[in-house]
Structures are given as C-alpha cells and as structure tokens.
C-alpha cells in the first residue's frame, strides 16, 4: 500500500499564508520603483544639460563684456584675458538714460493699456461668451499673421501725415495694438477656469460688472494676468523695427539705442555686449520678481 506524502504550500506552489490566513500577494510596484531613482536622475542631468545650453550664450555675453575690444575680438576668443570695464564705461558715457526712459515709459504704459482693455474683452468671450465668439477670437489671432514689416509704409505715412514721427505715444499706442491679441488669448484661457458660480454669488450679492471684475474675478485670476503683462511687457521692450523706423533723437528706445554701437570701422564686440546687458537687466528684474506669478499662470488649465 502507498503513501501519500501530506502537500504543504511549498510542495504545492501556493502562496504562503500570513499570520491571518490570506496569501501574500506579489507587489509589483515594488519591483517598478526600482527603476525609477535611475530614470529620475537622468532626466535630472537631461534637464542640467538643456538649462546650461541655454545660460551659456547669456554667461560667454557676460564675460566678453568685461574684456577690452582687443582682447574680445580674437579669434578664438581668451577666456583668460585681463579684466575691464571699457565696455560699460562706453556704453554709460554715451547717455543711455533717455533711450531706456522712453523704453520703460512706452513698455509700462502700453501694458497697463492693454490690461485694461483686454480683461473685459476676454470676459465676454469666456464666462459671458458673445455671439460668434470664436470668429472675434480667430480676427484677433489673424492680427498677428501679418509680419510687421508688411504695415510699416503704412504706419509710417500715417505718421507723416498727422505729425507723429518719433513721437513715443505714437509708440505707445502701436505696442498696445500689437500686444492686445497676444493678452486676450491668455486672459481668456485663464478666465475659462473661474468658477460660474462665483459669479452667481456676486450677482445675488447685488455687485455690479465693473466690481464682479475688480473684486470677484481678478484676485482669482492674477497669476494668469501677472504671465499676460509680464510677456507683454517683454515684447514692448525689445522690439527693435517699430522704434527703428518710426522714431529719432527724441523718442529712441533702448535696442535702437544698442544699434548705435554696431559700426563698420573698429572694434565694438565687447561695448555691445555691455550694453546688452545693461538693456536687458529690466526684463530679468520684472521676470525675477513675478516668477511664481509666472510659473503659475502659465501652468493654469494645464492639470484638470
């Protein structure tokens, strides 16, 4: 007569059972989370390598603007030339200051404007949507479809005519209209995210369009109007084709100003790249300082 030999969980190939009797089951996150230090430092070091790509140009403008005109122009250039500030003592004795007045005065007050006229426009194409919304939506993005320089005969007969060659408020009203499409797509998109019942509290509350706007929609959409008039403000300061044809002595701005210094008789590497930096310390200013207001705007809508 045979034997039976008595089957255990390790003969049988069976989850072992814990202490309450339910088997163990097999965790394979685990086994996934195991890779995923390795993969996270290699994106890390991916994205080191893109940010590096990106400030070198800005640190090589830097370290040429400390050089003098002979040591920046050689070929290839001495990284290990003896410090000066020729370039920037150039750049200051020429008088920049009335050249980045008119920038920053033109910059500022065009993106107030352009605030100011596209936050209504982009709550009537959003939360309160007009008719045939999406048709104003597509003339305003048409606006930009046109190069610049297609308009600027145009734009400067208009001038001629009217008295408003380098003129900044002629400026100032130019940046406006370029930068006012480019505000009501963003505010729109942002504005898309406001609850409506926000707007249905205010309503019962008996506040009125202009306060719904100023005190209900606005606090909430101010990182997405900190993004908007950051990047218009950006592109009011370093546009260079407006100011170069339509303006002179009087009401130059700055990167009209920093052509001056690209002559075709001697050295002038290192003052350009000393007033390049000057110039574009501003910008670095305003984006440094609203950079979370940045950051969370232009990542508002991304994640639902």
């Known amino acids: 007569m045979s034997t039976s030999t008595p089957v255990t969980p390790e003969t049988s190939g069976d989850p072992v059972p814990d202490s309450v009797g339910a088997p163990k089951p097999i965790q394979g996150s685990q086994i996934s989370h195991r890779k995923a230090p390795r993969s996270q430092g290699l ?3 991916l994205a080191w390598v893109i940010g590096i790509l990106f400030v070198l140009p800005v640190a090589w403008m ?3 603007s400390l050089h ?3 040591d920046a122009a050689t070929n290839p250039p001495s990284l290990f ?6 370039g920037y003592k150039a750049f200051f004795a020429a008088g920049p200051w009335p050249a980045l007045l008119n920038s920053l005065t033109a910059s500022v007050i065009s993106t107030l404007l352009v605030l100011l006229l596209a936050f209504p426009a982009a709550y009537a194409l959003s939360i ?3 008719k045939k919304w999406s048709d104003v939506l597509f003339f305003f993005l048409s606006t930009k479809m046109l190069p610049i320089v297609a308009g600027i005969l145009p734009l400067y007969l208009f001038a001629q005519k009217v008295g408003l060659l380098d003129n900044i408020w002629w400026l100032m ?4 209209s370029m930068n006012l499409p480019i505000a009501i797509w963003m505010l729109r998109s942002f504005l898309a995210e406001v609850p409506i019942e926000m707007l249905e509290a205010a309503q019962i509350d008996g506040a009125s369009l202009p306060r719904t706007l100023r005190d209900v929609i606005a606090p909430v959409v101010m990182p997405g109007i900190a993004a908007a008039a950051l990047i218009c403000f950006i592109f009011s300061w370093n546009e260079l084709l407006l100011a170069r044809v339509l303006t002179g002595t009087v009401a130059g701005t700055a990167p009209v100003f920093l052509t001056g ?9 290192a003052k350009v790249c000393a007033a390049s930096l ?12 609203a950079q979370d207001k940045l950051v969370q705007g232009l990542s508002m809508g991304a994640v639902k």
């Open 43 to 45: 994106l890390g070091l």
């Open 81 to 86: 030339a003896p410090l000066s500030l020729e």
């Open 128 to 130: 309160r949507p007009v």
């Open 261 to 269: 210094f690209v002559t075709s008789q001697g050295l002038f590497l």
């Open 68 to 70: 003098s005109e002979t």
């Open 62 to 64: 830097v370290l040429t």
């Open 278 to 289: 000057v110039v574009s310390l501003p910008v670095l200013a305003a984006g440094f300082a």
């Open 173 to 176: 009203l130019l940046y406006t």
